[in-house]
């Protein structure tokens, strides 16, 4: 881990698993290990291979630098106040895996017991706001306040906090659909149609008006070039080639190929593939842009 003293430019601090702790007062031009004065921290990180420690350090404003040895990993529950800060691991030091024991049963019961103990003669207090600090409700999509036109349901927002000299933009009504999802643009298209996508209840596809020039598309699959393998060991030889476009997620393709034949089934469609030197030909039928993209096709 690094980290730089935000009160001094120039103090650096260091941490090196199984060495050290260092400091550097020139901006890393020389540096001293600051942990030797320390017996049991320099103990604690130099001592043993077998079990990994993470070196983890911050430095406050007013310049104390605090370090926290992990061994084995990453703690399970860290929590803070103002006047302590307390992170609890739970694991075996040879890295098994514990068995029914997960942070919430395991580092959060020892972590309020700590926090109990420090605070039992000492009343809890927090940060004060800042005078120029406010919280404000978010779209937790796109970061901005939702128009007053719009009631978005809690699970949609985020509460933020912002100075009084950086707040958000308000969103305007036609960046949400007809049912209050977040509009995305069409460089989102892509992974909108791939499965990695999560968002179909709370986001849609900006539409391409008609009168708009739609953007341009491309095949992603299959890429130029891309050289496929028919493998006799797979169903079918592995012949299917699935097909797919990049664009503005309002086309309506229509695949041909001069040399290899298609397969539909309902919005997707496959190419059946053979050896030899093919191309691919993706048309939108709204506007009759085409787009081509070549295959090479080889035995195993």
């Not at 970061?143 to 000299?165: D, I």
């Amino acid at each position: 881990d690094l980290v730089r003293d935000p009160g001094t430019p120039d103090r650096f601090y260091l941490s090196m698993e199984g060495v050290g702790i260092f400091s550097s007062v020139d901006s890393g031009a020389t540096w001293t290990n600051i942990s030797q004065v320390d017996p049991v921290l320099h103990q604690t990180i130099t001592t043993g291979i077998t079990v990994r420690r993470n070196i983890e350090m911050a430095v406050a404003p007013n310049g104390r630098m605090y370090a926290a040895v992990l061994r084995g990993g990453q703690p399970d529950y860290i929590g803070y106040t103002p006047d302590f800060t307390v992170g609890v691991w739970v694991g075996r030091f040879d890295n098994r895996p514990l068995n029914k024991i997960s942070g919430a049963t395991g580092a959060a019961p020892i972590f309020r017991e700590v926090m109990l103990r420090l605070h039992r003669d000492r009343e809890p207090v927090w940060y004060n706001q800042p005078d120029n600090a406010i919280a404000l409700m978010v779209d937790e999509l796109n970061g901005k306040l939702p128009p007053s036109s719009l009631t978005l349901p809690a699970h949609r927002l985020r509460r933020e906090w912002f100075v009084n000299q950086s707040l958000p933009e308000s969103a305007l009504p036609d960046e949400y659909d007809a049912e209050g999802k977040s509009l995305l643009s069409s460089d989102y298209s892509g992974w909108w149609r791939s499965e990695a996508n999560d968002l179909h209840d709370v986001a849609a596809l900006s539409p391409v008006s008609e009168n708009e020039v739609p953007p341009p598309f491309r095949i992603i699959s299959p890429l130029e070039g891309t050289v496929a393998f028919l493998d006799p060991d797979l169903p079918g030889d592995g012949s299917r080639f699935p097909l797919r476009v990049a664009g503005s997620g309002e086309e309506k393709i229509e695949w041909s190929s001069p040399s290899l034949s298609i397969e539909a089934e309902g919005d997707r469609s496959w190419l059946v593939l053979k050896p030899g030197e093919h191309e691919v030909i993706a048309r939108d039928q709204r506007t009759g842009r085409e787009v081509t993209s070549r295959v090479k096709v080889e035995v195993l």
